[in-house]
T-cell receptor
Framework: DAKTTQPPSMDCAEGRAANLPCNHS???????VYWYRQIHSQGPQYIIH???NNETNEMASLIITEDRKSSTLILPHATLRDTAVYYC????????????FGKGNQVVVIP | DTGVSQDPRHKITKRGQNVTFRCDPI?????LYWYRQTLGQGPEFLTY????????KSRLLSDRFSAERPKGSFSTLEIQRTEQGDSAMYLC????????????FGPGTRLTVT
C-alpha cells in the first residue's frame, strides 16, 4: 500500500550531489514525507522527514514542492558508502505507525 | 552500542519446525515493530507494540505467527510449523513517542526454511 513512486534505479558520480526524486501526488494534509535507506544486508536507516518546509540534517536535504505532490532527497556529496536502496514513504505523524515501504530506488554511486 | 539488536542473525530450519526470534529495542523506546522483507522487496509491516500492548497486526501475520513483548522491553516473534514461504529477513525496529517517531531498525534475522 505504498503511496509513492520512485525510479527503480539510478547511478550518480562520487563527489557530486545526488538528487533522488519521489512522487506522492495523493499525499494528504496530515502526512509527512520520510526517507529511509537500506545498505545491502543491513536494516533500514532513517535519513530525514518533512511536512512542507525544506529540511536539512547532517545526512541530507529534503526539498518538498509547494503543492507537496513530490519531493527530492539530496545527498550533497555522494560517497561510495551511499550506495543503497532509498525509500520514500508518506505517513501520518500520529495514528497509523506502520511504515509502508515500496520497492525503493537502488542508487549506485560510481567512482 | 545502544542500537536495536536482534538474535539470532541467521537461522536455518526444516519445514514444520518452530522458530523464535528476539529483538532488544533501544532502551528508552516504548514502541516496537516487526517487519518482514523478502528478496527484492521493501520491508512489510507485521505488528506493532506500544509498551507491552500489541496494538496493530497486519493480515500478513497468520495464526502461525505470534509476537510478544511481556515486560515492554524485549520482544519475541515465534513462527510455528514453518513453511518455505516463511523464508525472509525479519526486521525489528523501535521508536520513541517523542520527536518525529522515526523508527530505528536492527540488523535483522535471516530465516531460511529448507
Amino acid at each position: 500500500d505504498a503511496k509513492t513512486t520512485q525510479p527503480p534505479s539510478m547511478d550518480c558520480a562520487e563527489g557530486r550531489a545526488a538528487n533522488l526524486p519521489c512522487n506522492h501526488s495523493t499525499i494528504s494534509g496530515n502526512e509527512y514525507v520520510y526517507w529511509y535507506r537500506q545498505i545491502h544486508s543491513q536494516g533500514p536507516q532513517y535519513i530525514i522527514h518533512g511536512l512542507k518546509n525544506n529540511e536539512t540534517n547532517e545526512m541530507a536535504s529534503l526539498i518538498i514542492t509547494e503543492d507537496r505532490k513530490s519531493s527530492t532527497l539530496i545527498l550533497p556529496h555522494a560517497t561510495l558508502r551511499d550506495t543503497a536502496v532509498y525509500y520514500c514513504i508518506v505517513r501520518a505523524y500520529y495514528g497509523n505507525n506502520r511504515l509502508a515501504f515500496g520497492k525503493g530506488n537502488q542508487v549506485v554511486v560510481i567512482p | 552500542d545502544t542500537g536495536v539488536s536482534q538474535d539470532p542473525r541467521h537461522k536455518i530450519t526444516k519445514r514444520g519446525q518452530n522458530v523464535t526470534f528476539r529483538c532488544d529495542p533501544i532502551s528508552e523506546h516504548n514502541r516496537l515493530y516487526w517487519y518482514r522483507q523478502t528478496l527484492g522487496q521493501g520491508p512489510e509491516f507485521l505488528t506493532y507494540f506500544q509498551n507491552e500492548a500489541q496494538l496493530e497486526k497486519s493480515r500478513l501475520l497468520s495464526d502461525r505467527f505470534s509476537a510478544e513483548r511481556p515486560k515492554g522491553s524485549f520482544s519475541t516473534l515465534e513462527i510455528q510449523r514453518t513453511e518455505q514461504g516463511d523464508s525472509a529477513m525479519y526486521l525489528c525496529a523501535s521508536s520513541s513517542t517523542q520527536g518525529a517517531n522515526e523508527q530505528y531498525f536492527g540488523p535483522g534475522t535471516r530465516l531460511t526454511v529448507t
